[in-house]
């Protein structure tokens, strides 16, 4: 049976309810933990798997010299562009696919942490991911630096000047989260010794944008099997 694969940067970013979703509609997952693998002896072979997830973290992707495993997943991501496998990039996910592809990453105008409104274009309409979403996307947000748009790319979200979403063949990237839970929110804000405000900001408004951003949530990780298991 093949596998969706996701790809973990740091002990407490995982895959969240994304994996919930998916082993509750009975497609199995595997997880490699980069800063755990001895990647010298690490070798995938990406037909075992229907899609790739790249999950978040606190790093840079241009921080090579610092984390290593950046130049192994650079590569990764580049065969399964070249191959078409299908990839999906959250919050860093998003800034190493860009990057595989050709993109510059920078700093963001502003850093974003806590929930906030995106904007889907038109293009998105089109857009197997953003099937049945209009409009406002309710997400959370963690990060510093955004990506350029790359080559053959097409936009699909924006806020504040900052480009929030794209598909480059069978890739999408996820400038923000929506695989989060309100635990998973408060051991960030733990983790990074958050002040108490961008720790209110982070987990305690969440009641007030719970349902409509649990529903957009799971239309697209709806959306996200359809993509990966296209009916014939």
């Known amino acids: 049976m093949k596998k969706v694969l996701f790809i973990k940067h740091i002990a407490i970013e995982g895959p969240g309810t994304l994996e919930a979703f998916l082993n509750k509609h009975n497609i199995a997952t595997e997880t490699i933990e980069l800063y755990e693998e001895d990647l010298y002896l690490l070798s995938l072979d990406l037909r075992k798997y229907v899609a790739v997830v790249i999950l978040g973290g606190p790093m840079n992707v241009y921080e090579e010299d610092k984390y290593p495993y950046l130049n ?41 942490i ?17 099937n049945g ?7 959370f947000q963690w990060h510093e630096d955004t990506f350029a748009l790359p080559d053959g790319a097409v936009l699909l979200a924006q806020s504040n000047s900052i480009n929030q979403a794209f598909r480059i063949g069978n890739a999408y990237g996820l400038q923000f989260h929506i695989e989060v839970t309100t635990d998973m929110v ?10 108490r405000d961008s720790q209110l900001i982070a987990a305690t408004e969440y009641p007030k944008i719970r349902t ?5 949530r799971d239309r697209i990780f709806q959306n996200f099997l359809s993509f990966i298991l296209p009916k014939n």
């Open 114 to 130: 806590g929930w906030f409104d995106v904007y889907l274009r038109e293009e998105a309409r089109s857009e197997t991911l953003f």
């Open 72 to 112: 192994w997943e650079d590569s990764l991501i580049k065969e399964a562009l070249k191959s078409q496998i299908p990839l999906l990039g959250i919050c860093l996910g998003a800034q190493l696919i860009a990057k595989a592809a050709g993109a510059k990453i920078h700093q963001a105008p502003q850093k974003e």
């Open 186 to 195: 408060k051991e960030w804000a733990n983790y990074y010794h958050l002040d």
């Open 212 to 216: 409509v951003f649990e529903t957009q």
């Open 133 to 139: 979403i209009n409009g406002i996307l309710k997400v």
